[in-house]
Every structure is written in C-alpha cells, then in structure tokens.
C-alpha cells in the first residue's frame, strides 16, 4: 500500500542560492543569484522570435540575447542597470554591453559557467538519466 503524504510533505522553504565572485581589478566581488522558474520562463519568452510562414507558426530561440539576459538578471552586485555604472563604461541603456564592456572574454565565460552551475543547468541529460537509475 503506498504511504499518504500531506500538502504539507510538499512544502518546503528555500532560500535563493548566491555565490561572490572575485575579479582582477575590481575592489569588490560580483555577486550572483540563482534565477527562479518564473523569471527564466520570462526570459526565454523575451528572446523568443515567432515567424509565420505559410500559415505556420515557429518558434525560435535567439539563444545570444536569452544568455546576455540570463547573466544580467543573474548578477546581483554591481547592479547592471545602474545608469552611472552604464555611463562609465559607455553603454547607456545597455546593461549586457556594460557587463561585456566590464569584464575579458575568460571573465565572461567563467561568470557564464558559475551562474549556469549556480542555476543547476550543469547536468546534462544523461546524468539525470544515471540519477533517476540509482
């Protein structure tokens, strides 16, 4: 007989992961967040091209500006947005080209790869597969 749990079994309280991250030259961390399922739907959502052609409807994914909106609403510190940040680096009203402006080529990737673990969009397929097995 399979054991009854409750509403309450499933309710749970969960704290917002973050983790700091240090870069040369800047005197204090970054600071990154998890992003919750809500604020990523509405991302996709935003770099989401829809065509018709033929009366068909297609959906297409610009994956560059869901990944630059992805790091920008995954950095907490600095604030991204900010418009004196913007204009110290030249980009008014651009929160990506500031953190692209602000960071090397390796620095970006490495704040790509910490918020992609920090998300939990680090395992792939397969060792899902391989946990659901064991």
Do not use: W
Request: proline share 3%.
């Amino acid at each position: 007989m399979a054991e009854q749990f409750s509403v309450k079994d499933f309710i749970r309280e969960r704290e917002t992961a973050r983790q700091e991250l240090q870069f040369k030259g800047f005197k204090a961390p970054f600071i990154i967040q998890e992003v919750t399922n809500e604020e990523n739907e509405h991302l996709q959502a935003q770099a989401t091209v829809v065509r018709v052609s033929r009366g068909q409807k297609t959906r297409d994914l610009n994956q560059q500006k869901y990944t630059e909106s992805l790091l920008v609403a995954a950095v907490v510190q600095p604030d991204l947005n900010s418009t004196d940040l913007q204009k110290a680096y030249g980009t008014p009203g651009d929160p990506a080209g500031t953190l692209k402006r602000m960071l090397s080529m390796g620095e970006l990737t490495e704040l790509s790869q910490a918020v992609t673990v920090l998300c939990g969009l680090d395992q792939s397929q397969d060792d899902e597969v391989e946990g659901v097995k064991n």
